[in-house]
């Protein structure tokens, strides 16, 4: 007896669609995923697990400064349920982070950055550069000032990955690797996929293909994502010597983000309109120089590690969430800087959209609103 067709197709296993994909599982929706390589070695491999709205609040991203402030609300319950789902640690740290001057002008940028936070409730702290070496002795004593946010986390990305995987398995989502989807047939009560081995029909189709989700074909318009190149690199931090970074530390240059596992991971570059997937010297040399200008130490660590991904940028570099302008296919993409951060909000808020049009009842969450991927089309 032939399987029946599932109720949901997820195109992409990174993040954003595992994610999903263990949402609507649990709810009790039969899912496959298509991944056209392997699952969770794109951008979500890639990241830093910085888990900082405060931080990254953007003088025009308000929007976004609001679900990154949301879906880290939901981030400690979100990690809990999905170690007890998986039986593996997230790595959810929260230390909190410290946003660094090293130069005169950088003070200057800081404090711009400060008022901005403060006129919009961020939690967060001015601190001199001796303060700041109170919170984080690795620090150079050289720095002149420093902001405190000490409600941005972290989490390690690749442990999240590996978890939403076992976690969507478990409960019942089949996850098929090496399996790219050429063309999505969008239709309002049966949309399908075209692959190399034939064509699959679900109910809804959800689209999670990051930096590939513009070049699926049948969908026009198709998703306004490109890839934004960055570089990074991961360091092995030295207890024994002392070299042991306790928070992230976001330099003017580069950020490092210490893992349990004892990398300390130093990135980015960001490279628009550049399609390779390169590392350079030049982009390895920028970002040792900006970790050494703000944490000296890093100096005498060993490298073990380099690699650069794309990240998918929309045109206003936030995230494409909810129905399409094509029926039947719904997106979860463009997350940009964001994908860890907003896994959470993302996972729940599109598996309840997905879950309210296969009961007949379509509605976008006020929270995804802003999001809407029909916000290009006016």
Request: net charge negative; aromatic share 6%.
């Amino acid at each position: 007896m032939p399987e029946p067709d599932p109720h949901v197709i997820v195109v992409g296993g990174g993040l954003a669609g595992l994610g999903v994909a263990w949402q609507l599982a649990e709810r009790g929706r039969r899912v496959v995923v298509f991944e056209a390589g392997r699952a969770g070695r794109g951008a979500s491999w890639s990241a830093a697990g910085m888990l900082a709205p405060a931080a990254e609040i953007g003088f025009e991203e308000l929007d976004l400064y609001r679900l990154g402030r949301e879906s880290l609300r939901r981030w400690p319950a979100f990690a809990r349920r999905l170690e007890r789902a998986s039986g593996i640690s997230v790595g959810y740290r929260d230390e909190g982070t410290l946003v660094v001057a090293d130069d005169r002008d950088s003070v200057r940028a800081l404090r711009r950055l400060f008022g901005f936070q403060q006129s919009h409730g961020a939690p967060v702290e001015w601190l001199s550069g001796d303060d700041a070496c109170d919170v984080e002795p690795l620090l150079s004593p050289r720095l002149p000032a420093a902001i405190w946010s000490p409600q941005d986390h972290q989490v390690d990305n690749r442990a999240v990955v590996r978890a939403l995987r076992l976690a969507a398995e478990a409960a019942g989502a089949e996850i098929r690797e090496g399996a790219p989807v050429a063309r999505i047939r969008p239709d309002s009560e049966a949309p399908s996929v075209r692959l190399g081995g034939g064509e699959v029909t679900a109910q809804v189709v959800v689209v999670a293909a990051g930096v590939w989700s513009a070049g699926l074909e049948g969908l026009d318009p198709a998703p306004p994502v490109r890839g934004v190149k960055g570089q990074a690199l991961a360091l092995r931090l030295d207890p024994e010597r002392g070299l042991d970074l306790g928070h992230v530390v976001r330099g003017p240059d580069a950020y490092l983000v210490p893992k349990a596992d004892g990398r300390l991971v130093v990135g980015a570059t960001s490279e628009d309109g550049v399609a390779d997937g390169r590392v350079t010297a030049g982009g390895v040399f920028r970002l040792l120089e900006g970790a050494v200008a703000v944490v000296p130490g890093v100096e005498e660590l060993e490298l073990v590690e380099t690699w650069a991904a794309h990240r998918p940028a929309s045109r206003d570099h936030a995230p494409l969430l909810g129905q399409s302008a094509h029926p039947g296919v719904v997106y979860a993409t463009g997350h940009y800087r964001h994908g860890v951060l907003l896994a959470p909000v993302t996972a729940q808020e599109v598996a309840a959209e997905v879950d309210r049009r296969l009961g007949g009842a379509p509605e976008t969450a006020p929270v995804l609103a802003p999001f809407s991927p029909l916000r290009f089309l006016d």
